[in-house]
């Protein structure tokens, strides 16, 4: 992940196809390219090729889920910002944090919240 961050793109990692055509949609609309992924391993994938300016992850998702994922981001990169959405808090926010996500959000989350927390921590 040495290639230059490319401004206003996002990874979005949902298993729930429904949640990322809409979230999706919506960021879109806000003015950013959105790629999707539908768990941590494919997101991994996709990260040895693309360098979003934030990646947006669920928690709870088959093969890889989104604590597992921010771990691996982590030891590989320490300035991309991540924010998850999820509905459920298996993980405490603190703990969460500690591990390097930049916000936590809950699902269903307002949009206009959603577009100001990925501007924020985009930078």
Not at 110 to 115: M, N
């Amino acid at each position: 992940m040495t290639t230059p961050v490319t401004p206003k793109l996002l990874l979005l990692v949902d298993d729930d196809a429904d949640l990322r055509r809409s979230v999706s949609r919506l960021l879109r609309r806000a003015g950013w390219t959105v790629v999707e992924a539908r768990d941590g391993l494919e997101a991994l994938e996709m990260l040895e090729d693309l360098s979003p300016a934030v990646l947006l992850t669920d928690m709870r998702m088959p093969h890889m889920g989104g604590l597992q994922l921010i771990d691996a981001v982590r030891a590989d990169d320490g300035a991309l910002p991540i924010v998850v959405l999820s509905g459920y808090h298996d993980v405490p926010v603190l703990e969460l944090k500690r591990r390097g996500a930049a916000a936590v959000l809950d699902k269903p989350v307002a949009p206009a919240l959603l577009r100001e927390t990925l501007l924020r921590v985009a930078g």
